[in-house]
């Protein structure tokens, strides 16, 4: 099970933290990430950790957004600075435990989903 959090209302230029943690099983052999679909549009990748080391990001949020992983407390964290009107979806949390760095950025690779929580940022 995933449950994220950290969604909310900001202001252009501002900045939010999501949080999803993970229960009920690990995936330090796999990957955790996140997605996000906006109003009308596809789901789309944001970032993920591969193998509880290396990072990956979207070209559209790279150099503001950052992933990090507690992996004591089986935590993903996705910090999001500069954020712009573009950035506003519902951000998904994801994991795998046995996903392939080719696969990563493909939503329908990934087995267990979280619930989502809105972004919202105004101009």
């Known amino acids: 099970q995933l449950q994220a959090s950290g969604g909310g209302l900001v202001q252009a230029g501002g900045s939010l933290r999501l949080s999803c943690a993970a229960s009920?099983?690990?995936?330090?052999?796999?990957?955790m990430g996140w997605f996000r679909q906006a109003p009308g549009k596809a789901r789309e990748f944001v970032a993920a950790?591969?193998?509880?080391?290396?990072?990956h990001y979207a070209n559209s949020v790279k150099g503001r957004f950052t992933i990090s992983r507690d992996n004591a407390k089986n935590t993903v964290h996705l910090q999001m600075n500069s954020l712009t009107p573009d950035d506003t979806a519902v951000y998904y949390c994801?994991?795998?435990?046995?996903?392939?760095?080719?696969?990563?950025?493909?939503?329908?690779?990934?087995?267990?989903w979280g619930r989502g929580t809105l972004v919202t940022v105004s101009s």
């Open positions: 950790i591969f193998r509880g080391a290396s990072t």
């Open positions: 994801a994991a795998d435990s046995s996903l392939i760095l080719s696969s990563l950025r493909a939503s329908e690779h990934w087995d267990y």
């Open positions: 009920g099983r690990t995936f330090s052999n796999g990957a």
